[in-house]
């Protein structure tokens, strides 16, 4: 059975970085094709891709944040973790991470369910 | 900076078919893209329906289709139940900068 959660703050003030782990069962990131990835969903609007970690420490990140984002993997914890820099209160979102298969091309077969993050003063 | 466009809503009847797209600014859909489509009701996490264009996971029920259609990606659902009122989503994978794009949902009513 696999399974993903997310875990981190709920509130972080504007300026500040934020960390969130993933921990996943089910699943080894050391099996090749397999990855897990990062999206956000802003309160009412539409999931966004953040970044995707590969088995073989391959790492992709949305251009559009590449320069506040890193992403980890700890293989033998079974977690991956994605840091993202100098929030700002748009960046108050669900943070979920995903499940990544190379032989299906498939990104988001297995979900967590999803961390509520709030950026506010 | 890329775009995906998705039919902000559609409404179908209880038993009728509906057909969602999903167009990329840069051009053509193609299976190289290959599309992922994703169910969504408020409150959940987003639920995989479709990979790589038209392949079902194993718990998508067969109403689900996915294919591509004049050169978008395409989810079609056949027999609607009330059930499926919620978001969908599709994903879309470009290659040549090795990123992954959402659209931005279309919000399906069973009415």
């Known amino acids: 059975q696999i399974t993903l959660k997310e875990s981190g703050p709920t509130l972080v003030k504007p300026t500040q970085t934020l960390t969130l782990t993933c921990t996943f069962s089910?699943?080894?990131?050391?099996?090749?094709?397999?990855?897990v990835g990062w999206i956000r969903q802003p309160p009412g609007k539409a999931l966004e891709w953040l970044a995707l970690?590969?088995?073989?420490?391959?790492?992709r990140y949305s251009p559009s944040l590449k320069s506040r984002l890193t992403i980890t993997k700890d293989t033998s914890k079974n977690q991956v973790v994605l840091t993202m820099t100098n929030m700002d209160p748009v960046d108050t979102a669900t943070y979920y991470c995903?499940?990544?298969?190379?032989?299906?091309?498939?990104?988001?077969?297995?979900w967590g369910q999803g961390t509520l993050v709030t950026v506010s003063s | 900076q890329t775009v995906v466009t998705q039919e902000p809503s559609l409404t179908v009847s209880p038993g009728g078919t509906v057909t969602l797209t999903c167009a990329s600014s840069?051009?053509?859909?193609?299976?190289?893209?290959?599309p992922n489509w994703f169910q969504q009701k408020p409150g959940q996490a987003p639920r995989a329906l479709i990979y790589?264009?038209?392949n079902k996971h194993s718990w998508t029920p067969a109403r689900f289709s996915g294919s591509l259609l004049g050169g978008q990606a395409a989810l079609t659902l056949s027999g609607v139940q009330p059930e499926d009122e919620a978001e969908y989503y599709c994903?879309?994978?470009?290659?040549?900068?090795?990123?992954?794009?959402f659209g931005g949902g279309t919000k399906l009513t069973v009415l």
């Open positions: 840069t051009g053509a859909v193609t299976s190289g893209y290959y």
């Open positions: 970690i590969y088995w073989d420490d391959d790492k």
């Open positions: 994903l879309l994978y470009y290659g040549g900068a090795q990123l992954w794009v």
């Open positions: 790589s264009t038209s």
């Open positions: 995903a499940r990544y298969e190379y032989n299906r091309s498939s990104l988001g077969s297995y």
């Open positions: 089910g699943f080894s990131l050391s099996t090749s094709g397999v990855g």
